[in-house]
């Protein structure tokens, strides 16, 4: 037999409870007296084994103000069990006050009679479990903040999509970056899975990931720092911890995450910010800073616990999306912009074309009422779709010659020259303009000259192909055919003018201006145009007011008409006829005058050697009548008794007579001259023996002596009498102009066929500008030489004489030397003067 073994005395049991791993302690009374409490509970507390005996709110006087006593006080009172999980309780443990979580349980120990002796208390320290799961928790908040932001990516993605095809390029990038969250997440998630085993694991997590986790205390003080947090700064963590890395923040962020940062930690409330930090690569990341206040069991706050997440790329395709969103919204703003217009073009589209069908049935009706020849022809085929009746009538065609049918086939007679025009219109694109084009066309049957002005207008369509020619045409004949006329007689004026030598000018009232032909010039001397004074200028001082008085007259009646002298450049005066009409303007004011000028000068001499032949052919008749007059007289008074004075009488009187039938005859033949009646009576004759006797008078008188030199003997055929009166005027002016000349030379040289007569004289001579008038009609050098008799007409009909004769006469002069006049004879050939 075994010995017994000793019941255990109480000491003993209380030393064997003393070593239950479970915190126990046995509490009496109100106050919870500690009656017995093991080492795990002493531990717990962070007391010793002093505590025993001692009320519990004495033995930890920190529970001052917690539940725990009170709680108690109520167990011990009502026999209940009171018990609690993830219980924070405030103990101070080596000095420190902290806070620590615990699943409890105090329970009434009743006896037999149901009253109450003792309060049983187990307790277990949860306080890493419980640290643990808030961990766990918090990095869920987080990864509902990345889930958020995920579908957020997402949305924008689905957006993109919506706005352009190049986003799926993006999208695939997202798609990335959502898979990296998620890889992301399973990571985190796992690694808080297994940072709730032990802290030892989170921070093997932490330091494992390349998110940046960092953990502040209550004050602000930073006590954590992972790995990727001294990979991305380049500073280790105690380094990170004393210094801190608000310095690395780019400064355009910084201001703003230290104030969302504090206004958070103020408040004790999570905080997610963004920011750019310089990294050890010397390159900013930006970072998504997501930072979890930490509270303790009993709601206490404990510090922060922060994450950053590098969203650089995103950033990246963020701002590139952005950029892209910009200007995918401006290219649809355009678009946009681009559709109105559209819209708007369409719409104008829309009623031009309705416009324009109008437009084209007006065109067509246009065609057929338009006053001028039109004819449409299709440049593809030159087929003739539009024709116009005027235009049928202009090239004299029915409708059915023209209409759908080839242009050249229908004016066949205009191909030759028109259709290279044509096809020209048509390659260039460029209109020709026919004006005044002479063209026959065979009008209804009958080949007519027409003048026809004319269009060949290309038509284009939209490229600026030409499509069709229209022809725009005008008969113009009867104004051509007019203006013709006009042009005519415009032409025989200016033909008459000139002949005339007419001088044409216009007068402007108002600037006193004259433009002159180049006759009015010559005539003035002047050049056009000219002021009116510097013309006036030219005028003989004598008659310069003539003007004005002639210009006072036109002012009344519209009419200029006078003549005056003017004096040449070389002091010669001229006499001018000028003539012109006043045109008005429409308010009947003198606007200019329309002149013509004449240089009267040959007429006015012409006048004045008229004037001179009358009163010099007067006195010529009057003095031999005169002598004839009183002959008869005397002889009429001695009718009765003849006396011996008689005979001498009738001799004067005949003698009269002569000299008036001489004077007659030369009047005579000036009329036969004039009238053409000078019939030349050729036959052959000597004419030194003619000389000789139209000469014997010369001799009788004993003035002069007449010296016969060259051919003496020479036959020519010529009409005697003529010669013999043209040889003896020359002869009788020697002796009557030169009466101091003594010899009178008579030449006769023949020279081939032409005979050559001439009759110098030794007297005074002629001014040379004299000579080229004397064969004028009553020209005489000097008009008032009444001591000379003579009519001026002796030289006038010898020329004429000599001219029919087909001969040639001159005079030769030199002033105080004599003159020679002189005569040819042609066809005088030598077989006929044998
Ligand atoms: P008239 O009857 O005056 O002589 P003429 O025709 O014979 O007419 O002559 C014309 C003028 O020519 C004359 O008036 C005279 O002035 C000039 N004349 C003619 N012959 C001579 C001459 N030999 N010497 C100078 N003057 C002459």
Redesign the pocket.
Known sequence: MKDPVPPLNFEQLVDVFSFISTATAVHVGEDARIEFANQAMLTIWGRGPEVIGKGLEEALPELAGQPFVEMFAKVWREGIIISGKDTPAEILVDGVLDTYYFDFEYRAIKDKNGRVIAVLHTATDVTERYLNRRELEEAGQNKQLLIREQSLNEQLAVVNEELTATNEELHTSREELARMNVELESIVEDRVKELIESEARFRSMADNTDVQIAVRDETGQLIYFNKAWSQLSGRPADQLISKGWYDLIHPDDRQQFLHIHHEAFAQRVSYSAEMRLLGSDGSYHWLLKKGTPRFLADGKFAGYISSCVDITQQKLIEQQLKKMNEELADSNEELAALNEELATTNEELAESNDELLLSEARFRNLIRQAPVAICVIRAEDLTVTDVNDGYLELVGKTREQLEKRLIWEGVAEAAEVYAPVMQRVISTGTAFHGREHELILNRNGVDETMFIDFVYEPVTDLKGKVTSIMVVGNDVTDKVTARKQIENIEERNRLAIEAAEIGTYELNYESQYVIGSKRFNEIFGVSSPALRSEVLAVFHPLDAHLSEQAHAVARKTGKLSYEARILTADEEVKWVRLQGNVHYDSEGKMKKLLGTVMDITALKQIQQQKDDFISIASHELKTPLTGLKASLQLLDRMKANPTALMPRLIEQSNKSMDKISELVEELLNVTRINEGKVILNKKKFNLTDMVDECCSHVLQLGTHELVVEGETDLDITADENRIQQVIT?FIN??M???PQSRQIFLKIVRAGNEVRVSVR?N????PADKLPH?FERY????PR?IQ?S???????ISADIIERHGGKIGAESVEGEG?T?WFTLPNQEESALN
Not at 763 to 766: W, Y
């Open positions: 005027n002016n020697a009557k102009y030169a004289d007297g005074p001579g002629i004397l020209y005489r050098v000097d030489g000379v003579g009519l001026g007409l002796g030289l006038y003159s006049f």
